[in-house]
Nanobody
């Protein structure tokens, strides 16, 4: 069974830090591209960061310089280090992964939409990050 399990959400004050982790099972993590999305109330699902199997990374403009994505293939885990957090970072954060051919990272609608697997092969259940001012 394919699974992605997120950990590390919580509440923090503005300027603080959190580290999210997502551990995969049921597929070859080494040969996958994992990433992180987030969804705030009344917003669409937003791609925050992703890391290719060759180590190439992508960051949304809003998090560049503050967030760092990394992966540990031996642990089948992808991390998102979030520093200098802002209230606008408050959202449910979702781990996702493409392990097939030709995933679509341009997700429309809700991150929790049951149809999200038409975009990427695997999704986590989400973890809440709350940043207070």
């Amino acid at each position: 069974e394919v699974k992605l399990g997120e950990r590390g959400g919580g509440s923090v004050q503005a300027g603080g830090s959190l580290r999210l982790s997502c551990t995969a099972s049921g597929f070859n993590f080494d040969d996958s591209d994992p990433g992180w999305y987030r969804q705030a109330p009344d917003n669409e699902c937003e791609l925050v960061s992703m890391i290719n199997r060759d180590g190439t990374t992508y960051y949304a403009e809003s998090v560049k310089g503050r967030f760092t994505i990394s992966r540990d293939n031996a642990k089948a885990t992808v991390y998102l280090e979030m520093n200098n957090l802002k209230p606008e970072d408050t959202a449910v954060y979702y781990c996702a992964a493409d392990y097939g051919v030709g995933g679509n990272w341009n997700v429309k609608g809700a991150c929790s939409d049951p149809g999200r697997q038409k975009y990427l092969d695997a999704w986590g259940q989400g973890t809440l990050v709350t940043v207070s001012s």
